[in-house]
Each structure stands twice: as C-alpha cells, then as structure tokens.
C-alpha cells in the first residue's frame, strides 16, 4: 500500500510540474503575435541550404524583396512584421540552425516604440550577435543601423518621435561592434535628410517603412558586402 501511495504521489507531482512547464510555454508564446507565429513555424518548416545570406528583423526586413532586390537565390528572408528584439532572441536557433554565411541584423525600433528602455535594446542586439557567433562561428554578422523616421506623416507617433533615442542606440551599436565580431552598417546616414536627421521623404509614405525607392537603396548600400 505505501509502495503504491509512494507512485501515486510521484506521478501526481510529475503532472503537476508538466501543467507549469506547459503554462510557462504558454506565457512565453502569448508575448508575440499570431502572425509573429505563423511566420516562426513557417521559418522552421522551410528547408535549410548551404551558404544562406538571412535579412533577420521586423516589417521594415519584412517587407522586402530580397532575392530580386539582390538579385541572389542565397538570400533569405527572416523579418517579421511587428518584431522586437526579444522577440529575435526568441527565434534565433531557426536562423543559426542553417550555419549561414551571413545574417544582415536591423531590429530595435518596435522596442522604443514599446517602451523598452534604450540599454536594453543595445544589449539585446549585442546578445544576438553574440549567440549568431556562439552557435554558428563562421557567419559574418552585419548590424546595422536602425533607420531615421520622420513624424510630418502623423502616423506611429510612437515610433516617429524616437529620433534622438535612434541616434544614441546608432552610436551605441556602432561603438559595440568595434570591439566585437560584427560589423556595423550605417544605414542611418543614407537614408536621413541632408539638413536633419529624419528620414527623406521620397523613402517613405508614413515616417517609418519604406517605399520601392527606399529598398532599392537599402540594396545598393548592402550588395558591395555580399
């Protein structure tokens, strides 16, 4: 009778350790999106290839056309639209699972927009450089810039007005990987008026995401280190 008390206890007790594990699963996965995890699984179910170039960031990484833009079938993309730096670190094994040859990183802005306090965001980049490194040694990681915004549209008032915070996370990031195995692209100064530092209109139609003009400088910026 003690014998099988004994059982009954430990198994109820395994039960019951499962029930938290599934809730604290459930608690991580209900911080992103469901379009944050239909993009994830869909990244996960795709097949792997050798030497793969992955832009890895939020909507603005998203919403480019990487192969054309390029013109290179090694390129994948890995944005999720609304994507924050947590969020990254979150799915960061899919990317390095491939051994890529290169990941190009720009995520940062949904953070400032989110509240995220600007330390955090800069070690929380570093952090995924570090792991990209840690867990796939020989691919080159490329940081770069957040991007500038520009608020004369009226639209993501919580992204648009976080200009100066984007300078300082720039230079911040740019210091880091001067001491670091990553390399820091300056997207920042390309895309920013000649007489400030918001982003030039004929980038974008609302301050934040960037138009066809926009993503065909991204790509004239970024093919010389390919």
């Known amino acids: 009778?003690?014998?099988?008390?004994?059982?009954?206890?430990?198994?109820f007790l395994l039960a019951f350790l499962c029930q938290i594990f599934d809730a604290e699963l459930l608690a991580q996965d209900n911080r992103f999106s469901t379009y944050y995890h239909q993009r994830k699984t869909l990244f996960e179910e795709l097949?792997?290839?050798?030497?793969?170039?992955?832009?890895?960031?939020?909507?603005?990484?998203?919403g480019g056309e990487w192969i054309e833009l390029l013109s290179n079938k090694r390129v994948r993309n890995r944005g999720i639209s609304g994507d924050v730096t947590e969020g990254v670190l979150?799915?960061?094994?899919?990317?390095?699972?491939?051994?890529?040859?290169?990941?190009?990183?720009?995520i940062g802005v949904n953070d400032l927009a989110r509240g995220i306090s600007k330390d955090?965001?800069?070690a929380n980049i570093g952090e995924i450089a570090m792991r990209i490194k840690t867990q796939s040694p020989k691919t080159k990681v490329y940081v770069q810039s957040i991007l500038p915004v520009?608020?004369?549209?009226?639209?993501?008032?919580?992204?648009c007005s976080k200009t100066n915070d984007i300078i300082?996370?720039?230079?911040r990031l740019q210091d880091w990987c001067a001491d670091h195995p990553?390399?820091?692209?300056?997207?920042f100064v390309?895309?920013?008026?000649?007489?400030?530092?918001?982003?030039n209109e004929k980038y974008t139609n609302d301050g934040l995401h960037l138009t066809g003009a926009g993503y065909m400088l991204w790509a004239q910026i970024i093919r010389p280190l390919l």
């Open 190 to 199: 390309h895309f920013k008026n000649e007489n400030d530092n918001l982003m």
């Open 120 to 122: 955090t965001i800069v």
């Open 1 to 11: 009778m003690k014998a099988i008390s004994h059982k009954f206890l430990v198994a």
């Open 150 to 159: 520009n608020p004369v549209f009226n639209k993501f008032s919580g992204h």
């Open 90 to 106: 979150y799915r960061l094994a899919e990317v390095t699972e491939s051994k890529p040859a290169k990941v190009f990183l720009l």
């Open 168 to 171: 300082w996370i720039n230079d």
């Open 47 to 62: 097949p792997n290839s050798k030497k793969e170039i992955i832009f890895l960031g939020n909507s603005i990484t998203d």
């Open 182 to 187: 990553a390399e820091f692209v300056d997207l």
